[in-house]
């Protein structure tokens, strides 16, 4: 199938390493060009240089939490490829813990970041969209039901759900589409930490699996590639939904 995003650009943040990056690399392959940001200089310039550097990507140095990122990538995007199509909103995972458990402090950083820092993305570069636009944000299965030990995303991905459906309903009419993916089980950095804290990694990621029907902890390319057909004019009458990329372990209808 041709997905049609030959010449395309989007932006991706978050997109240094793990489903960020596994996207970049998706919709590269098929012919777009791609603006990612992360939060380290190195990590942004070995990313950008793996997707075959300026002539198909640039990166910019920058955190959600800050308000002026979204603008900065925009602008980069107009400025270096001369066009903006789409975005993939992506934010490292917040602090592990029991909702009860972790500390004011943890919560509002994470609300900075993750939420706001998210909803400001998608706000800044949903204005800047032509028709036939697209975005996606990076959620999480727990949207959907919490993750035991993930009281932050438990609490927030969700919101987040219900901020994608508004905002899709509100942009809609101007032919931009939005988006929700929701990951589960994916053997990113994440994830490998997360089996690691529990002592006995093997056994965590065995267990993990026995819930998977798949039976398997996914690749991040095969996240990359759902999220490059959703971003892509092939999908192009696809809006406010979210789509589990999990292997069958959400078990709702």
């Not at 942004?44 to 939490?65: C, H, K, N, S, Y």
């Not at 002026?68 to 400025?79: H, Y």
């Amino acid at each position: 199938m041709d997905l049609g995003l030959t010449d395309r650009v989007y932006v991706l943040t978050g997109a240094s390493r793990g489903l960020g990056y596994a996207t970049a690399q998706c919709l590269v392959a098929d012919g777009a060009r791609v603006v990612l940001s992360a939060r380290r200089d190195d990590a942004v310039a070995a990313a950008t240089a793996g997707l075959g550097g300026p002539e198909r990507a640039i990166g910019i140095t920058g955190d959600l939490a800050d308000p002026a990122t979204p603008e900065r990538l925009v602008d980069a995007a107009r400025r270096h490829f001369g066009r903006l199509d789409g975005a993939l909103v992506s934010v490292g995972g917040p602090p592990p813990g029991s909702a009860a458990s972790v500390d004011d402090q943890q919560w509002r950083q994470s609300f900075e970041t993750v939420f706001l820092g998210s909803v400001r993305a998608v706000r800044t570069v949903a204005t800047a969209l032509p028709d036939g636009g697209a975005i996606a944000l990076v959620l999480s299965t727990s949207a959907r039901g919490p993750v035991p030990g993930l009281g932050i995303s438990n609490g927030l991905r969700p919101g987040l759900a219900g901020v994608a459906k508004d905002v899709a309903d509100e942009y809609g009419p101007r032919g931009v589409r939005v988006v929700g993916l929701l990951p589960g089980r994916i053997m990113t950095d994440r994830n490998r930490e997360l089996f690691a804290a529990t002592g006995d990694p093997e056994r965590a990621q065995a267990e993990a699996e026995a819930g998977i029907p798949l039976r398997r902890i996914g690749d991040p390319a095969e996240f990359g590639r759902v999220a490059a057909f959703v971003l892509s004019p092939a999908a192009s009458y696809l809006t406010g939904v979210t789509v589990p990329v999990d292997g069958g372990a959400l078990r709702g209808l």
